[in-house]
């Protein structure tokens, strides 16, 4: 099971960082994903990160923005989010993801709201 939690209001260009920890002894053996989802609008991909860490990959949009990263050793994934805009406003999930960074399951949690003002 997998808890998001770091969201809060910020003003543009203002930085955050969420975190993503899971429960159990497997999670350093999943690649960890980043989505976001905006008022009507579909849910959509952010960052994500395999298992070991050596790997990044970012949307377009973030890029040079976020940072994604993890530590095993405390079944935590963090998305640093700098920079940002008012369309990065959305509620933040974490999810496990095979390689093609399609989430592994369809319980998405609670997830954790970030809101940019302008």
């Known amino acids: 099971q997998l808890q998001a939690s770091g969201g809060g209001l910020v003003q543009a260009g203002g930085s955050l960082r969420l975190s993503c920890t899971g429960s159990?002894?497997?999670?350093?053996?999943?690649?960890m994903g980043w989505f976001r989802q905006a008022p009507g609008k579909e849910r959509e991909f952010v960052a994500s990160?395999?298992?070991?860490?050596?790997?990044?990959y970012y949307a377009d949009s973030v890029k040079g923005r976020f940072s994604i990263f993890r530590d095993n050793a405390v079944n935590t994934v963090y998305l640093q989010m700098n920079s940002l805009k008012p369309e990065d406003t959305a509620v933040y999930y974490c999810?496990?993801?095979?390689?093609?960074?399609?989430?592994?399951?369809?319980?998405w949690g609670q997830g954790t709201q970030v809101t940019v003002s302008s």
């Open positions: 159990g002894r497997t999670f350093s053996m999943y690649d």
């Open positions: 990160i395999k298992y070991n860490g050596r790997t990044t």
């Open positions: 999810a496990a993801v095979n390689p093609r960074r399609t989430p592994l399951s369809d319980d």
